[in-house]
């Protein structure tokens, strides 16, 4: 047979068209500019009963928004309306698909208006110039009124997940977050704040991220320059048992990722581990896809958490409480609620199934509090903040904790010897010391592990890139918790020369290193704030210090390193006696180091004369013993203030810090978004099998 017999054969049989969903036909329609409603009274009912498919209308928007915006404008307006006619309808399934519709519809405008930003434009091709306040104001009235549907109803859990899909999305059209318009109408809305403070107390296993997140995000916007009711009615929210369940939910997440950490550091120990761990969070960082668990926790829960310590005090409480087996009465995860055969949904909304299980909340229960989790949290993060993203979360946690030892009923559960717990504090390897091998650290004050944590950031990040900012954070930490101490004479019982050892070695360090490191930065107030501490203990230490065997340990330190403390005057009379930005830093550090310079005179001319009628090197109770004998020769200055401090002022200080770390969530909250709307099929499987039981 001949080659033009064969492809007249191929021609005879006509080529069959690919079928189309029956959605797509209908978005096909809409999007030419038809309207079908006009001709069938039953459209809309027809339309929302079908599943959303969210990739092709996404991709159809963004090309009709090019080729042919007029008619798009009118159709969008249109659905938008009947959207909102559909997300207070009794029927479960055509909400559903309705809250999905408007999640498109509000990103596909989103996506083409990120340069000009989500205002009154966007607004009017999105809805209409007409009724916009109403018409939002229906829309989160309805999403309110689905947050707090009961637990017990078939599918609350799917409604709710896309509920938070479409607030989360308003929340997130724009990366600056104080371009969105749409934060407005959040803004002017009295119950939403009831609304999601109620569901962290009924559902906390199933939407505690997503409460988080949200709460995160409003609390952003426009923080200071104009009155956001969310910081108001935040700052003076006062349920205990929301609050609680807000600090349980946090610490879920942070004792998930801690124990995955050491699962991972467990089973590598006998190998290189370090390389393991090293790979651990390196992995977590540069993954986008796989198991969401081991990455770290995501920041928009420290965010909620900063704002908790930063803005409320009753949170306090719940931080410092010892959680209970308190979920009991657990919401199903979107795993227990599906039919075997269908995947769980992996939507922006349930990404905390994802990233941890929630499920797990009664481990930490019994020996743990949010606070002791945090500290063992921030032990891990802080070894790998030489990574820009790591250090930015290493940086949030220390202000969360700079904002908890400000609060002084924080101090006194953290200093309360009958309040303990065993808070094991992950170490990084490094070449002079050995492997930390204690496994179950003994039970003891919170402040205690916080003072440890402290000293080993200062014993493990002294480098080359010096993360100055860090190391400020740390020694106010350090400073406000003495600063307590020495206010209220509580005697911690606590080894304090480690302490004094790893601050000594800074300032050690900061000499050495001062081509690297003192071209932009102000290493004379640093050194002043650690000259100041030494102050403290030498000025008041015999009022909180637990021993009289301690405070002569002060002086033995500081005239033992006597050559550290005279560099570092010397280093700062060659700024001070030359015009130069640090001039009035360096003054002032020489100011503050002037008792160290009489403590050191004093004491070493007295060992120098035992030392020269013994003809031997004496020993350190020799020289504790000439210290305790020559007190009462010794004349020092009388610092005032030296347990002041700057008290924490966002604005002042970290307003673009948070507004960088706001931003970030938001971008990867879009990066994310990915709406999986076989939810709609679920809820009908859901709803099928409900029928077929009762018949």
Not at 41 to 67: C, I, P, S
Not at 131 to 152: A, M, P, R, Y
Request: charged content about 20%.
């Amino acid at each position: 047979m001949s080659a033009d017999s064969n492809s007249s054969n191929k021609s005879f049989w006509p080529v069959k068209a690919a079928f189309k969903e029956k959605i797509i036909v209908l978005y096909d329609a809409l999007l030419n500019g038809d309207q079908p409603w006009l001709d069938n009274g039953h459209y809309w009912d027809d339309f929302f009963l079908l599943k959303v498919n969210a990739k092709y209308l996404l991709e159809e928007l963004e090309r009709a928004y090019v080729e042919k915006a007029t008619v798009l404008k009118l159709q969008l307006n249109t659905i938008f309306d009947q959207c909102l006619v559909f997300v207070n309808s009794t029927h479960r399934i055509r909400q559903l698909n309705a809250y999905y519709t408007i999640c498109i519809l509000i990103h596909a405008v989103s996506r083409v208006n990120q340069r000009n930003g989500f205002g009154y434009p966007a607004l009017d091709f999105l809805c209409g110039s007409e009724g916009v306040e109403n018409k939002f104001e229906t829309l989160i009235e309805s999403i309110n009124h689905t947050f707090l549907i009961d637990e017990s109803l078939s599918g609350s859990t799917l409604l709710k997940n896309a509920a938070f899909d479409v607030i989360l999305t308003c929340c997130t059209t724009m990366l600056n977050i104080n371009e969105n318009m749409l934060m407005d109408y959040m803004m002017t809305n009295g119950n939403l704040f009831d609304s999601i403070t109620q569901l962290v107390i009924r559902s906390p296993a199933s939407h505690g991220y997503d409460i988080c997140l949200l709460l995160a995000l409003l609390l952003q916007y426009h923080k200071y320059d104009t009155s956001n009711t969310y910081i108001v009615r935040f700052s003076v929210f006062d349920d205990e048992v929301a609050l609680t369940s807000l600090a349980q939910v946090i610490g879920s997440s942070l004792n998930e990722y801690n124990k995955a950490y050491d699962m991972e550091r467990t089973a590598n120990e006998s190998s290189s581990w370090w390389s393991s761990l090293t790979t651990f969070v390196g992995s977590a960082i540069q993954s986008t896809g796989g198991n969401r668990r081991m990455k770290k926790v995501d920041d928009c829960l420290l965010l909620a958490f900063y704002e908790a310590v930063h803005l409320n005090r009753n949170f306090i409480s719940a931080l410092t409480h010892t959680a209970t087996n308190s979920w009991n009465t657990k919401g199903p995860s979107t795993s227990d609620i599906l039919p075997p055969s269908l995947p769980a949904i992996t939507t922006p909304s349930v990404l905390m199934s994802e990233q941890t299980d929630f499920s797990d909340m009664d481990d930490f229960s019994g020996s743990n509090n949010l606070l002791s989790v945090f500290l063992e949290y921030c032990s891990i993060i802080q070894q790998f903040s030489k990574n820009e993203d790591m250090c930015n979360t290493t940086k949030l946690c220390y202000l969360i904790l700079l904002c908890i030892t400000e609060d002084e009923f924080a101090n006194a559960t953290m200093h309360d010897e009958n309040v303990i717990f065993s808070v094991y504090l992950h170490k990084a390897p490094m070449r002079h010391r050995k492997h930390n091998s204690e496994k179950n650290p003994p039970s003891r004050p919170l402040a205690v592990a916080l003072l440890d944590l402290t000293m080993e950031f200062i014993w493990s990040h002294m480098m080359r890139n010096f993360p100055y900012d860090l190391y400020t954070k740390c020694i106010g930490i350090i400073q406000r918790i003495l600063s307590y101490q020495k206010r209220t004479r509580t005697r911690l019982s606590y080894s304090w020369r480690p302490l004094w050892n790893a601050l000594i070695s800074l300032l050690k360090f900061l000499q050495n290193c001062e081509s690297q490191l003192g071209k932009h930065r102000d290493l004379f107030q640093l050194a002043s704030k650690i000259i100041n501490i030494f102050n403290l203990f030498i000025t008041f230490g015999d009022t909180f210090l637990r021993t009289p065997e301690a405070y002569d340990e002060v002086f033995y330190e500081t005239v033992r390193c006597y050559h550290i403390f005279d560099n570092l005057f010397a280093f700062a009379c060659r700024y001070a006696n030359n015009d130069n930005e640090f001039k009035d830093s360096a003054l002032k550090l020489m100011v503050n180091l002037t008792n160290i310079k009489l403590i050191t005179h004093h004491f070493n001319t007295k060992i120098e004369a035992f030392s020269n009628s013994q003809n031997n090197p004496l020993t350190e109770n020799q020289v504790l013993e000439i210290i305790r004998n020559n007190y009462d020769t010794l004349a020092l200055k009388l610092h005032d203030d030296l347990d002041q401090y700057d008290t924490y002022s966002e604005k002042a200080t970290e307003a673009s810090f948070l507004a960088n770390i706001t931003r970030n969530i938001i971008g990867t909250y879009r990066r994310q978004y990915s709406l999986d709307t076989n939810s709609s099929v679920q809820l009908s499987n859901i709803l099928l099998n409900e029928v077929s039981t009762i018949s």
